[in-house]
């Protein structure tokens, strides 16, 4: 079964970095793209990036590009986050997810991690 198991939220000022971990255990090859979505209060669960174990690909929603950065380890046991110039508008619960393919649509990823809350505030 696959447990994915978030880590490395926390308050940070506007302008901050923080660095998000995930945790991959039971995963076998059909879950070959991971991604992170995550949720504001009173919103719904949206798109933040994705990328693939194969080849390292990714994807990005517009709203993060340039400032956020997903990558894998070659153990193929955590994905991460890095978010830079973070802003009070990507305060949210991020959460991280597993699926067959890759896509912006969190349907396609039937795996969930519990998320970890990230709040931008000064």
């Known amino acids: 079964q696959v447990q994915l198991v978030e880590s490395g939220g926390g308050l940070v000022q506007p302008g901050g970095s923080l660095k998000l971990s995930c945790a991959v255990s039971?995963?076998?090859?059909?879950?070959?793209?991971m991604g992170w979505f995550r949720q504001a209060p009173g919103k719904e669960r949206e798109f933040v990036a994705t990328i693939n174990w194969s080849d390292g690909s990714t994807s990005y929603a517009d709203s993060v590009k340039g400032r956020f950065t997903m990558s894998r380890d070659n153990t193929k046991t955590q994905v991460y986050l890095q978010m830079n110039n973070l802003k009070p508008e990507d305060t949210a619960v991020y959460h991280c997810a597993a699926g067959s393919m890759t896509s912006a649509n969190m349907r396609q990823f039937p795996y969930w991690g519990q998320g970890t809350q990230v709040t931008v505030s000064s």
């Open positions: 039971g995963r076998t090859s059909s879950q070959d793209v």
